[in-house]
Nanobody, 124 residues
Framework: QVQLVESGGGLVQAGASLRLSCAASSRTFSIYSMGWFRQAPGKEREFVAA?????YYADSVKGRFTISRDNAESPLYLQMNSLTPEDTAVYYCAASRDYYNSAFLRDSMAYSYWGQGTQVTVSS
């Protein structure tokens, strides 16, 4: 079983930056790809970014957010720049043991493991 723990969320003003981290405990060799999703109040969970062979981004964050992970043993990061109030949400880290280099990583069904989430709030 893989456990994921996110950190780095907080309250910032519009235009600021934040870096989220996600640490995986044990069995990291079983993880092919990882991703970030977010859920705003009253909305469904949505894809943000994924990394596994290549990187994938939602159109709403492309050019502002960068997902990175050095190797299978490294934490997953999400560098978020030029934040807007529309980015306010709980951000979830997810790990996939089945998909690599696949556009299916944009779908939450590709992921087997999820973190508890970290709150990001952007004030105007």
């Amino acid at each position: 079983q893989v456990q994921l723990v996110e950190s780095g969320g907080g309250l910032v003003q519009a235009g600021a930056s934040l870096r989220l981290s996600c640490a995986a405990s044990s069995r990291t060799f079983s993880i092919y790809s990882m991703g970030w999703f977010r859920q705003a109040p009253g909305k469904e969970r949505e894809f943000v970014a994924a990394i596994g062979g290549t990187t994938y981004y939602a159109d709403s964050v492309k050019g502002r957010f960068t997902i990175s992970r050095d190797n299978a043993e490294s934490p997953l990061y999400l560098q978020m720049n030029s934040l807007t109030p529309e980015d306010t949400a709980v951000y979830y880290c997810a790990a996939s043991r089945d998909y690599y280099n696949s556009a299916f990583l944009r779908d939450s069904m590709a992921y087997s493991y999820w973190g508890q989430g970290t709150q990001v709030t952007v004030s105007s």
